[in-house]
């Protein structure tokens, strides 16, 4: 066929931020179906909350105090993270590997506080449906921290070399950000399910 | 190195306004064909490429799951026979319904769309092409895990859906229930990473004004079908491993004696069950909606109201699982809500055969093979769906639950809704793989004796199982006089399965020496056909500019392209998602062979996890590495920008 010029695209920037990229599309999609993984998983503790007799199976509550410490922790990191998406944005280097670096260790933390979670829950995942329960809420949420906070240093170490000066790692580092903020948001219920619904 | 504030501005660089048509075309095949050699094959990222194997094996685990049905119908071709016995029979039919669900069916129409989606929106490659070369891979190996484990007798024998307790640590002792529980979540991880690219590559990658509005409806019917699969594909990968670590980590979830519950599994197993109908079924009405205007050489009548049926079918699809579970004794008032919407569904579907019949009707149809399949599938789907409204029905539903009218219901379904569309696909689009026709006069035979083989094996079906022959079973007693209606239906399914030998002869023959079919043999309307057959690794010298729904059809003598973007490097433009203006040129990224590792890893660490779950741990090493070398960028600082 023949073809005729109708369009001239030379003057498009090679980058762009937020829905703009496509990698921040696809980071939504992925929060999507990790999402309905998470609402499903809160769905089967809720219904076998519904059908247990009581709840929890006869066992104390969990120790709340890590768990709680771990929400105040991520609840703290929103700040940060919002101001390096900020600096992001306007391709500021310096600030952005200081805000990687910061982010890194807002990552690292929680998972030191969650070694003391796990026996703090007072229960084994192979005593009974609660304590399985407990663990694989708070198994998946691990996963997904260590999965971010693996891509997170990964990122940074990325921003300290050459590849750094490109505007595609700075929109990357905004995707990261936008990550991180889903991280913390799913905690907020699992923190509920695992910590308060057995109190009620 | 340098400071805040700025990003290196770009030279210039070697863009296609600077070329002729010649060596614009010798740059792009430069720069975007896949490297030679056995590790420029493993590394390929081209869709095409990539849809091809898909393809390839999809269709060598149909002929998988066609042999094991073949051998439980001769089984059972009279009573009391002594070919196969109970253990082989269960491990059997579980082999085929998981190989025909999992390892055929989806991977299939997703192949598809990750093969015609990007030439049909007018870019040069998938969204995150490396993901979709390691959903590949990540495919092969679960499939191949699975038919290895059935070769050496650890097979999974629970079914294809693997109800609990059956295949609790109670009742499946062994590793039966762990290949079965692993190779789901494989399956499924491949096709959400699919689904993941197939969304990006619609909403960001479509050409110049191929706004919402003027998408192809196949483009739509995978775009719903990606949805579907997104919301629905974390419910059976819960379930699976829910069960995985009920069997070897001992937890309780789905044990009633703990405080655990059986239907917990049922549910999450059919949250995904039912939806998953429709990812098999949604792909194959987009691909009955590209066939019938071409050969109605007419445009689609409703297209508005198609595009909304095949949304309302995708949201839909989720509220009818229940109704796999009439037989368990729910309230009253569920069952009644989840049979109003199984009949419900059946507008948005009626909706749509209306339409196409209406658009055959005003054009003047060419009656060629993909055609006939397609009116194959009118036939055989409607069949189906209306023993569907049937089985929707809680007094009828508990009558034949678990007989062959329930196999003979999903057949129709699955095998009408989806098998027949995929064939008159194959006809239609193999000239585009392959760059030659198929042979029409073997296709009429093949249709004729796939539509005959067909209902001869599944009609008499409906009749046995009312007569209450359940399903499931490796034999049955001669009194029951069920010998000469089941050797009449294994007659049809030999002639059936004879009918798919008949098409891979065509396809084999055509491959070599069909007619050459150039750019546009049917003379479609959409934009795949405005590249060659096959076509170059670049699918476009420059991106078409969309002014129409059929391209083609209102730009017939000159196609209106775009210029501008870089032809030194692999460079895509990315549009707005309504409008698809162009917004941004982004670079795609180039092969490499880390996906495949990346693969290898996840795959030996769930293969090792059936063992011990200290598999997790130690495959967590190779598969972050692996991870590592797919995102780390290796280009020149040039390269970065
Ligand atoms: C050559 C064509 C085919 C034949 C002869 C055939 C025959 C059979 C037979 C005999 C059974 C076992 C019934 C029982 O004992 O309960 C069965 C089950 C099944 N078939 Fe097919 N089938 C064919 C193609 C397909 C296709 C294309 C699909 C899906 C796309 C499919 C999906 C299933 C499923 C899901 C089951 C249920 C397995 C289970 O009970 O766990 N079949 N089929
Ligand atoms: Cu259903």
Redesign the interface.
Known sequence: ????????????????FG????TW??TL??M???G??FA??AG?YL??VY??PSWP?SRPAPNHWPGTIITLLLLASLIPNHLLERHAK??????VRLGLLVMCAFGILPLVVRYFEFPALNIL?????????L??LLGLHTTHLLTDV?DTI?LTA?MFT??G??????SDVEDNVFYWDFVVLTWLPIYVLIYWVPRL | ????????T?RQRL?D?DLDRASLERWLARTWTTPRGLVGALSAVDHKVIARRYLLTAFAFLCLGGLSAVAMRIQLSGPERGLIGPDLYNQLFTMHGVTMMFLFAVPIVQATGVYLVPLMVGTRNM??PRLTAFSFWIYLSGGLFAWVSFALNMGPDIGWFGYVPLSGPEFGPGKRADVWAQMITYTEVSS?AV???T??TI???RA?GLSLDRIPLYVWAMLVTSFVV??A???V??AST?LI??RL?????F?PA????TL?FQ??FW?FGHPEVYIIFLPATGMVSAIIPAFARRPMFGYLALVLSLIAVGILSFGLWVHHMFATGLPKLGASFFTASSMLIALPNGLQIFCWLATLWEGRPVMKTPLLFVFGFFFIFVAGGLTGVMLASVPLDLQVHDTYFVVAHFHYVLIGGSVFPLLGAAYFWFPKLTGRMMSERLGRWHFWLAFIGFNAAFFPMHIVGLQGMPRRVYTYPSELGWGNINLFITVGAVAFFLSFVLFAANLLRSASKGEPAG?NPWSAGTLEW?TASPPPSYNF???P?VTHREPLWADR?????????RVDVREL??S??AEAK??????SATPSIWPLFAAIAVGGTFLYSIFTPWAVIWGALPI?VAL?GW???KGS?ED??
Request: aromatic residues 10%; negative net charge; contains cysteine.
């Open positions: 066929m023949k073809q005729r010029t109708v369009i001239d695209l030379s003057d498009l920037p090679s980058y762009g829905p703009r990229s496509p599309w696809g999609a992925f999507a179906l990790e309905t993984g499903l998983a089967s219904y076998l059908i247990a199976l306007r391709c500021e280097m310096r600030q995942w192979d005593t009974n449906a609660y304590g399985s329960m663990w694989v693996g990964v990325l050459r590849h000066h490109s505007g595609r790692r700075f | 190195m340098s400071s805040a504030g700025t990003v290196p770009e863009r306004t969204a995150f959400l689904a993941v690219a969304i990006v909403f960001k990658q110049p997104v919301f594909m974390p419910a990968m819960i829910f670590l009920d980590v001992g937890t309780h979830i044990n703990e405080g655990g519950d917990l549910h999450l949250f750019d405005a010298a420059r991106i500019v003598e000159t196609l209106p392209v775009a210029s501008g973007l433009l990315i707005t998602i162009p917004d941004i040129r982004e670079k972050a590592i995102f780390w960028p600082p970065e920008e």
